[in-house]
C-alpha cells in the first residue's frame, strides 16, 4: 500500500481539525429566534395580559431583544403547567418567571455557578411567598413551623406546592390566579392561600370585595429567584446564546434604564 508524504497527512490533519472546529462554531451559532412560554393570566407586576401595558419581564424582554444581535424573542401565554410540560417535551425553547426546582432541573437548564448551584446574580428577579388567611382563622407561621388544619391553597403548577407538602400542609392548586385564591380564601373554602406577596397584595387593593376579610401572614413563606431557564436539547445546541441571555438579564436588571422602565409598576427593582 503506498504511503501519503508527510506533507499531506499533515494537511489533511488540519483540514479535518479546521471542519470540526466549524462545526462546532455552526453549532454554538445564535438561532434565528428564541421561543419562551410564560403564564397566561396577570402576575402582577411580573406579567400582565393587556399588550399596552407590559410587565416587568416582558419589558425586560423586549429590551433584551435589542441586545441579542438580531435574535427575535418569541413569547408564547400559556397555563404553566402546559409551558413546563412543552419546555420538558422542548416544543418551546425556554420559559420565564421560572424558580429554581430540583424536578424541573432534570429537564432545564439553569444559570449556574462554578459549584454547580443556581446562580442569583442571573436571574430576573426576587420574589416573596406569603401565606393569606381569612382574619381570624386558626393558623400561625413563625418561619419554621406551621400550625393549621385546613387547606391551604395554591396556583397550579408553581413550585411553591411542594414547600407546602414539606411542612405537612393538605394543598390543593387547582386554581391559576391568585385573585381565584385570594376569593376561595374569603368564602373559606381554604383556611389560606400561599401567594406571591406583589401579586396578593395587588389583588387586595384592587378588588373591594376582598378588603377588611384577608390578611397577609408574617413572616414569609420564602424568598426566591426567579429565571428565564431554556430546554436542555436547545442549551446543548446554543449554549452561548442562553449564557448571554443571562448575562444581559443581570446586567438590565440593575441599569437605571430599566429600572426607569419598571418604576411605575414597583418602587424598587431587586
Not at 504511503?3 to 438561532?31: D, W
Request: hydrophobic share 40%.
Amino acid at each position: 500500500m503506498m504511503s501519503l508524504p508527510l506533507h499531506l497527512i499533515t494537511r489533511g490533519m488540519l483540514l479535518a481539525t479546521l471542519s470540526l472546529a466549524g462545526a462546532g462554531v455552526h453549532a454554538q451559532a445564535n438561532p434565528d429566534s428564541i421561543s419562551i412560554c410564560h403564564e397566561n393570566e396577570d402576575a402582577f407586576p411580573w406579567l400582565l395580559k393587556d399588550k399596552d401595558k407590559p410587565g416587568y419581564s416582558q419589558i425586560m424582554m423586549a429590551q433584551l431583544e435589542k441586545q441579542l444581535g438580531g435574535v427575535k424573542i418569541r413569547l408564547l401565554a400559556m397555563p404553566w403547567k402546559q409551558c413546563l410540560s412543552e419546555l420538558k417535551a422542548a416544543k418551546v425553547d425556554g420559559a420565564m418567571n421560572a424558580s429554581f426546582s430540583a424536578d424541573r432541573a432534570e429537564f432545564a437548564q439553569y444559570p449556574v455557578k462554578l459549584d454547580g448551584e443556581p446562580d442569583p446574580t442571573k436571574r430576573m428577579y426576587r420574589a416573596t411567598y406569603a401565606l393569606y388567611k381569612a382574619k381570624g382563622s386558626a393558623l400561625s407561621w413563625d418561619g419554621k413551623t406551621l400550625t393549621t388544619s385546613g387547606l391551604i391553597g395554591a396556583q397550579t403548577g408553581f413550585s411553591i406546592v411542594a414547600q407546602l407538602k414539606q411542612l405537612g400542609a393538605k394543598t390543593e392548586d387547582s386554581s391559576p390566579t391568585a385573585d381565584e385564591l385570594l376569593n376561595r380564601v374569603a368564602a373559606g373554602r381554604y383556611v389560606a392561600a400561599a401567594v406571591q406577596t406583589t401579586e396578593a397584595d395587588n389583588s387586595l387593593a384592587s378588588i373591594p370585595a376582598l378588603q377588611g376579610k384577608i390578611e397577609r401572614v408574617t413572616p414569609p413563606l420564602v424568598d426566591k429567584p426567579y429565571y428565564t431557564i431554556f430546554a436542555k436539547p436547545f442549551f446543548a445546541k446554543h449554549g452561548q446564546t442562553a449564557r448571554e441571555v443571562w448575562r444581559l438579564q443581570g446586567k438590565l436588571r440593575e441599569s437605571p434604564e430599566f429600572k426607569g422602565q419598571v418604576s411605575h409598576l414597583m418602587k424598587s427593582v431587586d
